[in-house]
């Protein structure tokens, strides 16, 4: 007998759902242990840049944990992560780009994510593109659940 208690019912993370999960714990990891040294050695270098590191670690942790869980609430939340990190990659690398004097020291999203070879701007847009081609399958379970309350 087969234990179903942590796969999706959904299929976000299953097929190629898992390779998606697994490089958002990668970059979960990669930005936390930057941001991790980058504060306990060297904060008063550059503290934005720091703190937007750290930022980013969270970001990715929330994304990473709500994609892997399976539920409306967890969809709800892997959207509102992915929405954030897009923006942060535009808005960050956006200034990183047309005012190096405010980001003297690199942060994960800095010039687009450019030190990671561009995954941080073509993350959140799989991620997002991910989530879309789930959504039904996300309402049924909303629905079912609403069912399963009303009787």
Not at 90 to 114: K, M, N
Request: with cysteine; hydrophobic share 60%; net charge positive.
């Amino acid at each position: 007998m087969m234990n179903t208690a942590h796969t999706s019912t959904d299929g976000r993370s299953s097929g190629p759902g898992r390779l998606l999960i697994a490089v958002y714990a990668v970059f979960a990891l990669a930005a936390s242990a930057r941001a991790g040294f980058q504060i306990a050695t060297n904060f008063n270098e550059a503290p934005l840049a720091y703190s937007l590191s750290a930022f980013a670690a969270v970001v990715y942790i929330v994304a990473t944990v709500a994609l892997a869980r399976k539920g409306a609430f967890w969809f709800k939340v892997a959207i509102a992560a992915i929405c954030v990190e897009l923006v942060g990659v535009l808005v960050v690398g956006s200034l990183s780009l047309f005012d190096a004097a405010a980001f003297p020291h690199a942060t994960v999203w800095s010039l687009y994510g450019r030190g990671y070879g561009f995954v941080p701007l073509l993350l959140p847009i799989l991620g997002l593109w991910w989530l879309y081609r789930h959504r039904t399958a996300a309402a049924a379970g909303r629905a079912a659940a609403d069912a399963a309350k009303s009787a």
